[in-house]
């Protein structure tokens, strides 16, 4: 990837992007009718599809129930169209797994799981298109599934990719940016509080230039959250238009 | 298509950096990413087509963004483009590159004839023949598998400049797996080579062990071409290859020469492609198609490489630039220029805007605000600076005093505060930094900084307030152990500017005139003489000590009087610098080494990652085969294990009767050592801070910033540390460490070239100096001459009256070797050689006769006029004995390179003076006499030049050192 300057002299990505500035975020919610919730989010080129049933009677093996707060299940796969190369496996791979445990970890820390004692809660991602920031475009999509269900929640869950390259932090890294910057910082926030629900990086990054990468990751995740509020917000009103209230 | 796309980053690049150069005044403007100049491609559209419309409609919204106030000009080679869009829109014209060149910039006469260069270039690509002469190169994954397995060599190829059309070696670089290669590869002849040029990165295949070559150790004239050789010769078998591809092209752009017209019209029947040779000997012929071959003819012109396909013989160029005709002195001085990739233009006007006035008018005065934030040395210390008469950049001034409790010593260094003039990021700047070092030809210096500064306002001149940076150690008055260091900004004033004859004198107690004094009364000058002498007694006691101190810690003891006459000698500067050295030139060199060395610490210990320093690293022990062979002549035995080892030995090998012996030992030594070089520390091991030479674990450039950017860099660093010491923030970010080691090979690679222009400049004066005298009869042509080593066709010699270096043939080409009659007086006659390791026997009729190592014998030299590459000059032995004439002149030593100098450029002078009568018409024009910098064979320039000297010395050879720096304060 020699070639590939993914920041130019005069501080333009490789898509045309400022390093701060976000893709394009469109979203909706309440899509499907069958399911308790559920949203669609298009983050530039990538697309993911969540949907959340529950909280209902804990299935399957009952070992699992927790008397004290509710289980959640989280599931992630990815369409075998969502690449450039057809994917054999949607679903089950290490990839997906660890993904799926990502997800998990971030709304347990969410939602309200106490008020739903010995019940559980089931969140299916799907990725339709990936263009970098699968994991952020989960989440997102995700918090979106969970509003539509009406499940109480702390705050909405933002996440945003961040990279660094030639000193700058880069944030929502698109795919050709992931894969070329070599560093990678997912970072989930609930932005009300400022709390993180979760920080991922695989790669190596100095020391020093964590804190300026994740200023720039915590920045982006509250301009998204904003956006998430203002789709919220207007489905609000659509929906109450049409109940006539 | 691999190479396709090589060439179209490596042109990407180069467009990148013209344009991030803010000297070219260019912008890149992002059109895609611009909402109203962004269209998207349209369906069934050329990827070319949908670029011009991409790049109009650019033009068209820069034109409506200016609202339409200003004309924009877009240039395409696009005929269709330019009739589809020229009319479009009023305001924004489409037109052709050349069209552009004739309506715009009609005076622009090179640029002119550089377009039609290339585009004949282009056309004449299309029509080229289909017969390969050439192998072709394999593609990039084959050469990149082929290194990883081991069955390629990757390397860099050098030409052997003695054997052009032969010999060439690949130097394996480290990654390189194939362990079982002791030494480089040899490439043998042009058709191996394959279309390799000297520089380029290039991957080689052994060839099977039976076709292995050794290389020719013999002498040879640079001009023989082809020619047979036997295999007595020839050394062991090397290791021999081929060039199956290259990876990167090193190519610049060459001086070449014009062939003479009739050569032209009788060589080819197509008068417009011409064959053209290179200055530097190593690369090959040059096709160029021009209509100015008539022009030009004999001409030096700067020429562009553009390809080399495997269907021709030679590679394809385009000429730039003329340079005027060979043999004049400026055109053979731009030449040299050129070769050694030096481009000194006259200071821009921006650059010079920059710059602080100071006339009488306008008098530079200090700041208020400085003199609040630095530290006033003007009322409190007595300053002085100490330098060679008559010099104008005075970078530096010492000071010494006792403190008022009469226990501490404080010696102060201080050197002209550059930075404060000079702001990072300035164009006088990245002016300097391009230039690296300010350049001492023979008759002539390019400044790094404007005149302004250098000889004025950053000069810590005599009586005038000066902004300086300045080292102050307390040390322990009985002791002279440091107690205490200060390192910071101040504000001087120079009592007193010494030369170091005169404060020499005063050491000695003589009684001399200083010239600041002279108009002072009888008493009052007695007491501020007494003043100084004091300062400069207390500053030689601390020398004293410094210098012991570090011999102590194994430095070098070559301060010998024998290094410096060596180094004079080598030089040919005798005259100018005195045969007995002041104790003097020592003190302020080592006040200046001391101060380089504690700064050298202070940056390093703040910005361990990213400071720049200065290391030497120990030479290589085969290098010194030579000089042990040449010692073992006479009886000495050289250790080189260590420093302090080898400078022992040296100092032994004394021949009493023969003074010069010991001379050529040293010189043979100095050229063994590696070079010292700068680096950043973040990018060396703590082990190779070590400096060889000077036996200093950590060591810097400081003391010069006036003629050194080095200098400039850790003057920054210094300012940033002493500000983090003080709790803020430095408000200059500093150069990474990445950064920072860029800029280090940038400032070495322009120091070699520097020295290879002195170098190649002395020559040019050489041969000019002995251009129109006949060897015959002119007895200044006739030198003495010493034995230095032994070749198997010839001895090389070492002339000390004009410290030159060169081959003496004892066979020539009819392979009639030199006799001796009676008298001592040669002659040629058939016979034959025997080489043996000291000595080398011609046989012929008049029996046998031996030349043996450090014999002294009388040669004759003689200009050996060559009409694509610089003269040079050829040695003939004609005596084995030393003549009379020959020893009388050598009395007079010494002065050769001063009058030869001079009278060169006298010669040049009238010269260019008849023709400018002649035709009448100025060569100059005022601004460019006025700004050229290059000044006359004044005292100054000389004086100069033997100080720029001693510091290349420094820097070349280093090692030996140290002691070198024997020279004047250079350090």
């Not at chain 2, 210096?445 to 005599?462: E, K, N, T």
């Not at chain 2, 010189?667 to 060396?684: E, K, L, R």
Request: proline fraction near 4%; include cysteine.
């Amino acid at each position: 990837m020699a070639g590939l300057e993914l920041l130019s002299d005069q501080g333009y990505r490789l898509d045309g992007r400022k390093p701060s500035e976000l893709r394009k975020v469109q979203a909706r919610m309440g899509i499907f009718t069958r399911a308790d919730g559920s949203a669609y989010i298009e983050q530039g080129n990538t697309k993911a599809l969540a949907v959340v049933y529950g909280p209902h009677e804990v299935r399957g093996s009952r070992s699992k129930t927790l008397h004290d707060r509710a289980v959640i299940n989280c599931q992630y796969s990815m369409a075998t169209f969502s690449t450039a190369e057809r994917k054999r496996r949607p679903h089950g791979d290490r990839k997906s797994s660890e993904m799926s445990l990502h997800l998990k970890q971030t709304f347990e820390a969410a939602i309200l799981t106490q008020l739903y004692p010995r019940s559980q809660i089931d969140i299916y991602v799907k990725i339709l298109q990936s263009d970098g920031g699968n994991y952020s475009a989960c989440v997102n999509a995700a918090t979106l599934a969970v509003i539509d269900a009406g499940i109480p929640i702390r705050d909405y869950v933002c996440a945003c990719s961040a990279g660094f390259v030639e000193d700058t932090p880069l944030v929502d890294l698109c795919h050709a940016e992931e894969t070329g910057s070599g560093t990678a910082v997912a970072l989930a926030l609930l932005p009300r509080g400022g709390q993180i629900a979760l920080l991922q990086m695989d790669a190596r990054l100095h020391q020093d230039h964590l804190d300026p990468v994740m200023e720039a990751a915590m920045t982006a995740c509250r301009s998204l959250g904003q956006v998430l509020d203002g789709v919220v917000r207007q489905h609000l009103q659509e929906v109450s238009i049409l109940t006539g209230e | 298509m691999a190479e396709f796309i090589f060439i179209l980053t490596r042109q990407y690049n180069r467009l990148k950096s013209l344009l991030k150069d803010p000297r070219h005044d260019c912008v890149l403007f992002c059109n895609e990413f611009q909402l109203y100049s962004y269209c998207p491609r349209e369906k069934g559209e050329t990827q070319e087509k949908w670029h011009t419309r991409c790049v109009y409609r650019a033009a068209v919204w820069y034109h409506d963004h200016l609202a339409g106030l200003k004309p924009v000009v877009m240039i395409t080679e696009d005929q269709h483009a330019v009739a589809e869009y020229n009319r479009l829109t009023s305001g924004v014209y489409v037109i052709s590159t050349q069209e552009y060149l004739q309506s715009f910039w009609p005076d622009l006469q090179a640029a002119q004839e550089l377009y039609i260069s290339i585009a004949q270039v282009l056309q004449e690509r299309e029509s080229e023949g289909q017969e390969r002469e050439y192998a072709e190169h394999l593609p990039a994954e084959v050469l990149e598998a082929g290194i990883k397995s081991g069955r390629y060599i990757k390397g860099t190829l050098k030409v052997n400049k003695h054997r052009a059309q032969q010999e060439a070696f690949v130097q394996a670089d480290s990654s390189t797996k194939n362990t079982e290669l002791s030494s480089d590869v040899l490439v043998w002849g042009m058709k191996q080579r394959n279309r390799a040029v000297h520089g380029d990165l290039v991957v080689v295949e052994l060839l099977p062990r039976g076709e292995w070559k050794g290389r020719t150790i013999a002498l040879t004239e640079a001009e023989t071409g082809v020619e047979e050789r036997t295999g007595e010769e020839q050394s062991q078998p090397m290791p021999t290859g081929r060039v199956v591809g290259i990876l990167q092209r090193n190519w610049r752009d060459y001086v070449v020469t014009f062939p003479p017209w009739e050569e032209v019209q009788s060589q080819s029947r197509n008068s417009q492609r011409i064959l053209v040779i290179p200055w530097d000997r190593r690369i090959p012929k040059i096709r160029i198609s021009t209509q100015q071959a008539e022009a030009l003819q004999e001409h030096r012109v700067i020429v562009r490489l553009d390809s080399w396909d495997s269907t021709s013989l030679y590679p394809n160029g385009h000429c730039v630039k003329v340079l005027g005709k060979s043999g004049e002195l400026e055109t053979e001085i731009q030449t040299i220029l050129m070769e050694n990739s030096i481009h000194v233009l006259p200071f821009s006007e921006a650059q010079l805007r920059e710059m602080l006035l100071n006339s009488k008018e306008n008098l530079w005065t200090v700041e208020a605000g400085e003199v609040a934030e630095r530290r006033d040395l003007r009322t409190t210390h007595l300053v002085f600076s100490i330098d060679p008469q008559g010099c104008e950049d005075v970078d530096d001034a010492l000071s010494v005093r006792i403190l008022p409790e009469g226990v501490r010593l404080e010696l102060g260094v201080h050197i002209a505060d550059v930075t404060h003039f000079v702001r990072a990021g300035s164009l006088t700047d990245l002016e300097a930094r391009s230039r690296a070092t300010t350049y001492y030809l023979a008759d002539r210096r390019y400044d790094m900084l404007p005149a302004v500064l250098s000889a004025d306002l950053c000069s810590l001149l005599g009586n005038v307030d000066r902004y300086a940076m300045s080292v102050l150690w307390e040390l322990d008055a009985k002791s002279l152990a440091v107690c205490k260091v200060w390192f910071g900004r101040t504000l001087i004033r120079s009592s007193y500017q010494l030369c170091y004859e005169l404060a020499q004198s005063l050491l000695n107690n003589e009684s001399v005139e200083v010239p600041e004094l002279a108009q002072l009364g009888e008493v009052d000058k007695k007491k501020r003489l007494k003043e100084l002498k004091t300062a400069l007694e207390q500053l030689t006691k601390v020398a004293r000590y410094l210098r012991t101190q570090r011999d102590r810690g194994g430095a070098l003891e070559l301060e010998g009087v024998e290094v410096r006459a060596q180094l004079d000698a080598e030089k040919n500067i005798t005259a100018l610098v005195p045969k007995q050295p002041l104790e003097i030139h020592e003190t302020v060199a080592e006040c200046m080494i001391y101060a380089n060395h504690w700064v050298a610490r202070k940056i390093q210990e703040t910005f361990p990652q990213q400071a720049l320093l200065r290391h030497h690293p120990p030479p290589c022990q085969e290098h010194f085969s030579q000089l042990m062979d040449s010692a073992k002549a006479r009886g000495f035995d050289i250790d080189s294990c260590s420093n302090k080892a080898l400078a022992d030995s040296l100092d032994r090998a004394v021949d009493p009767h023969d003074p010069l012996v010991n001379r050529l030992l040293r010189m043979m030594a100095t050229q063994a050592m590696s070079n010292a070089q700068y680096f950043s520390t973040g990018s060396c091991p703590l082990e190779q801070y070590y400096h060889y030479g000077l036996a200093l674990k950590h060591y810097t450039h400081f003391t010069s910033p006036i003629r050194r950017y080095a200098d400039i860099i850790v003057h920054r660093l210094l300012t940033a540390a002493i500000k983090l010491d003080k709790g803020m923030e430095p408000n200059e970010t500093l150069a990474s460490n990445k950064e920072l080691e860029e800029i280090a090979q940038h400032i070495n690679n322009k120091n070699r070239a520097a020295q290879q222009a002195q170098k190649q400049s002395i020559e040019l004066f050489q041969c000019l100096y002995f251009k129109d005298k006949d060897p015959l009869t002119d007895q200044r042509c006739v030198a003495e001459a010493i034995i230095y080593a032994m070749r198997a066709n010839g001895i090389l010699v070492f002339i000390p009256r004009y410290g030159m270096k060169g081959p003496v043939y004892l066979k020539n080409r009819e392979n009639q070797v030199v006799s001796l009659r009676n008298d001592g007086s040669c002659e040629w006659q058939a016979g034959m050689l025997q080489r043996y390791p000291d000595r080398i026997c011609t046989i012929t009729s008049n029996g046998i006769h031996a030349f043996s190592l450090f014999d002294h014998i009388t040669v004759r030299i003689s200009v050996q006029a060559l009409r694509c590459h610089p003269d040079s000059l050829c040695l003939e032995v004609i005596s084995d004995r030393l003549q009379e004439v020959a020893k009388l002149e050598s009395l007079a030593a010494g002065k050769g390179r001063l009058e030869l100098v001079q009278e060169v450029v006298r010669q040049a002078e009238a010269a260019s003076q008849q023709v400018e009568e002649q035709e009448r018409v100025p060569q100059l024009s005022k601004e460019e006499r006025e700004y050229q910098q290059s000044k006359g064979p004044n005292l100054y320039c000389l004086l100069q030049e033997v100080r720029e000297l001693a510091l290349l010395d420094l820097s070349v050879c280093q090692g030996l050192g140290l002691g070198l720096q024997a020279c004047i304060k250079s350090v």
